[in-house]
């Protein structure tokens, strides 16, 4: 059974960064590519980052790339949202989740998906 986790959210000031964790187990093989989203309460769900399996392609929400970096440690089955100079407009629980397609921005293309992880930032 596959399992998604997320870590790393919390408080963080305007312009300071978080780096969020995703663990993912159960999967017989690694060929699967990872993506976070994210919901700020009254919103839809947003695209926010993925990557292949491979980590060789990453893909970003618009205006995102630049600030928000995502990687892969597929030894560690990890991958991880580098987020720097968060802005008042990125607070939201950020979800991580996965899909045996080669990449996808939409989130009906993802199958397993994790909790959330809460992301507040202070002005």
């Known amino acids: 059974q596959v399992q998604v986790v997320e870590s790393g959210g919390g408080l963080v000031q305007a312009g300071g960064s978080l780096r969020l964790s995703c663990a993912v187990s159960g999967y017989t093989f690694t060929r699967y590519c990872v993506g976070w989203f994210r919901q700020a309460p009254g919103k839809a769900r947003e695209f926010v980052a993925a990557i292949n399996w491979s980590g060789g392609s990453t893909y970003y929400g618009d205006s995102l790339r630049g600030r928000f970096a995502i990687s892969r440690d597929n030894a560690e089955n990890t991958v991880y949202l580098q987020m720097n100079s968060l802005k008042p407009e990125d607070p939201a629980v950020y979800y991580c989740?996965?899909?045996?397609?080669?990449?996808?921005?939409?989130?009906?293309?993802?199958?397993?998906w994790g909790q959330g992880t809460q992301v507040t930032v202070s002005s």
């Open positions: 989740a996965t899909t045996d397609t080669d990449w996808g921005t939409y989130d009906y293309l993802y199958d397993y």
